[in-house]
C-alpha cells in the first residue's frame, strides 16, 4: 500500500478530503466496466462533429429505469463507428482509471452489439488493442477484456461472441459474459455457450441479479459456472444463496450508483453493500457505465464510507478484494496486492 494510503489505515479520517485522498492512493482494480459507458459528453460530442452527424441531446444520460438505460446505451453505441473511435474512447477510458488509482482492470466490450450492428470486430478491436497499449505505456493501468453478449439477441448470437473471444485470447481477451436485459433471457439459454467458452481457456462471468430476482444468480452459477457475477443486489432475498456464495467465495462486483439510476434499487442506501460484506462475501466496488451514470470508482468508494461507514480498513479490503476476485492468476494477484 502506498505511504500515504498506509497513513490512514490504523484510523477514521478528520475530513472528506482525507478519505477521498486516501481512495486514491489505494490501489485497487475494476472488475466491472463497460467500455463504451465510459464516454463523457464531450467525447459523445466530439464523435459526432468527426462523423458529420447530429450530436445526442444532452438528455441523452437521464433515465430512470432499467429499459431507458438500454436505450440510451444504444445511442451512445451509434456514435462508435471506425476503429479510431475506439482507439479514442479507450484511452480516455484508462486515463480515467489513472486518475482513480486504478492499476488494472477487466473491461467489457459490447461484441454482441457490434455483431448485431454488421460491424466488423476485427476492426474495432485494432483500435481498442492501440489505445490499451498506448494507455499501459503512459499510466501503467493493464487492461484486458471481456466480450459481452446481449442476452436478448438470444444464443446463437452469443455464440458468435464466444468464438470471437476464442479467436482473440492472445489480444488480451480474457473470458464472456451476457448483459442486458435478465427477464428476457434467462441465463439457461446459454449453457452450451458458456460450457465451449470453458472449454476453450475462457474465464467466465455474467450479470445477474440486477432486474431479476435469485433465480436468476443460480441459474448463472449452475447452469453457467459463472465464476463471477455482476450486480447480485437481488441475492439477499433468498438467505440460502448469500451462504452459497459466501461459503464458495463466487466474487459478486457491486456499483450502488448504477443499480440506483437504473431502479433496480429505490434508494442508494437501500443498496446491500455492506450487508453483503458483514456476511462475509467476496464483494468489490465498480462503476460499470461511469459516464452514463455520472460516477467514477473514486466516487463509489466515498459512497461505501459516507453512506455504509466503511472505515479505512474496510475500504482497504474492498481493494484487495477486487484483486482477488478478479481472473489474474495467483502470481499476478500476489504482485498487485505486495
Sequence with gaps: MPENAAAFHSQDFRTAGE?????????????????????????LASLARSHGVAELSPDIYNYTDFLGFLQAFKQVCSLLRAPQDYHLVTLRMIERLHRDG?????????????????ESFQQFFQGICLGA???????????????????????????????????????????????GDEKQAPPEMFTGVYEYARNNGLRLTA?????????????????LHAERLGHGVSAERDPDLVKHLVRSRVPVDMYPTSN???GAIARPEDHPLRRYFDAGMLVSLSTDDPAMFRTDLT????????????????????????????????EEKARYTR
Design 102 to 118: 486504478a492499476s488494472y482492470a477487466e473491461v467489457y466490450i459490447a461484441a454482441g452489439v457490434m455483431l448485431w450492428k454488421g
Design 133 to 179: 497499449q498506448q494507455g499501459r505505456a503512459k499510466y501503467g493501468v493493464e487492461v484486458r477484456f471481456v466480450l459481452d453478449a446481449t442476452r436478448q439477441f438470444g444464443a446463437d448470437a452469443a455464440m458468435r461472441v464466444a468464438e470471437l473471444a476464442v479467436e482473440h485470447k492472445n489480444q488480451g481477451v480474457i473470458g464472456i459474459g451476457i448483459g
Design 207 to 223: 450479470h445477474a441479479g440486477e432486474v431479476a430476482g435469485p433465480e436468476s444468480m443460480w441459474g448463472a452459477l449452475r447452469a
Design 260 to 262: 440506483f439510476r437504473t
Design 299 to 330: 466516487r463509489e468508494y466515498m459512497l461505501a464510507h459516507t453512506l455504509f461507514s466503511f472505515t479505512p480498513q474496510e475500504l482497504a479490503r474492498l481493494a484487495y478484494n477486487s484483486f482477488q476476485g478478479s481472473f489474474l492468476s495467483v
Design 19 to 43: 478519505a477521498e485522498e486516501f481512495i486514491r492512493a489505494l490501489p485497487k482494480a475494476e472488475l466491472h466496466l463497460h467500455l463504451e459507458g465510459t464516454m463523457e459528453p464531450a467525447t
